[in-house]
């Protein structure tokens, strides 16, 4: 299914719901009735926060799963059915979004929590997907991996759960000022710690593009990809491994970043034989439980931050 066709649906299913519902209405407890089911786990966290105390944000995808292969079972399709309203990254990410929403059938308001950014085109050194590539996205969807974008976020659900829930307009207005304030002191944080590595070695290999808006936001320089795009279902020929070995070897970068929940295999190969370290936990696409190290989306960006910069100072 084409992504003009997934966005067709989102908006129809958004246009669908544009009036607020009864469902909205208090349920006792400082809570409302309203159900709201966010695609992933560190949207999840980002809704909640905006929704406060007033919503329980539920979330589709379970802790640790890479979306790019998510794919929806009975169970899934029932949480959907279940909800009035359904948070997604948009922006292509969500491939398998349109068809879950017809088979849940109902009327949904669908936010679109990247609507209104724009992506970026891939730099001169950086692997452009190739035309034909099922699993090619018509851009880079991984804004969230900038806290600055994430703002943009927290601004479309605020006005989302605002249109579903108008008795908690002023709620949402609030708290997604005091988490923009958390983002942008994010943001600082994550400024001053990359000073720590120096300019020439900031320098970026990954599992896939995934990193890009991080880089682009923090003056880093993506030297290439294990996985030729930014979904981790493309696959690498020979030709393109031992390219990007001589591309690692050439400019001298001193690590291969591997997200969590990716089979690391082929990008340790390629760091052994590129003779650099192979860095098997950053979290992109999902954040952990409460026990472990990134619980939270700004956690989850905090350890990132601090993975990139012990690895490459």
Request: net charge negative; proline share 5%; hydrophobic share 40%.
């Amino acid at each position: 299914m084409t992504k003009s066709i997934v966005r067709l649906i989102l908006s129809a299913a958004l246009l669908a719901a544009c009036q607020p519902t009864s469902q909205a209405a208090q349920a006792g407890g400082g809570q409302t009735a309203l159900k709201v089911i966010a695609a992933e786990t560190f949207l999840a966290d980002i809704t909640q926060n905006v929704a406060g105390d007033r919503l329980q944000i539920e979330v589709l995808m379970p802790i640790g799963v890479d979306p790019h292969g998510f794919e929806p079972t009975p169970a899934d399709v029932a949480k959907i059915a279940d909800s009035q309203v359904v948070i997604v990254n948009g922006a292509g990410f969500e491939e398998f979004m349109a068809e879950l929403l017809e088979n849940a059938g109902g009327q949904k308001t669908v936010v679109e929590a990247a609507a209104g950014l724009t992506q970026r085109e891939p730099k001169e050194g950086e692997h452009a997907e190739e035309p034909g590539d099922e699993h090619a996205h018509e851009g880079d969807p991984h804004f969230w991996l900038d806290p600055n974008k994430v703002i943009k976020y927290v601004e479309n659900i605020r006005d989302g759960l605002s249109q579903a829930d108008p008795e908690g307009a002023a709620t949402y207005q609030v708290n997604a000022e005091t988490y923009i304030v958390k983002l942008k002191e994010l943001d600082r944080w994550i400024a001053d710690r990359v000073k720590e590595i120096p300019e020439a070695d900031r320098k970026l290999v990954t599992n896939h593009e995934s990193f890009g808006y991080f880089a682009d936001r923090y003056g880093f320089q993506i030297i290439g990809t294990v996985m030729p795009g930014v979904s981790t279902g493309s696959a690498p020929s020979a030709q393109q491994l031992a390219q990007l070995i001589d591309h690692i070897k050439q400019i001298g970068a001193k690590a291969i970043f591997i997200e969590t929940g990716a089979n690391p295999q082929l990008a340790q190969q390629v760091a052994r034989e590129a003779g650099i370290k192979a860095v098997t936990e950053l979290y992109s696409h999902s954040i952990t439980a409460a026990s472990g190290v990134a619980p939270t989306y700004l956690d989850m960006l905090k350890f990132n931050t601090e993975t990139i910069v012990t690895a490459l100072k």
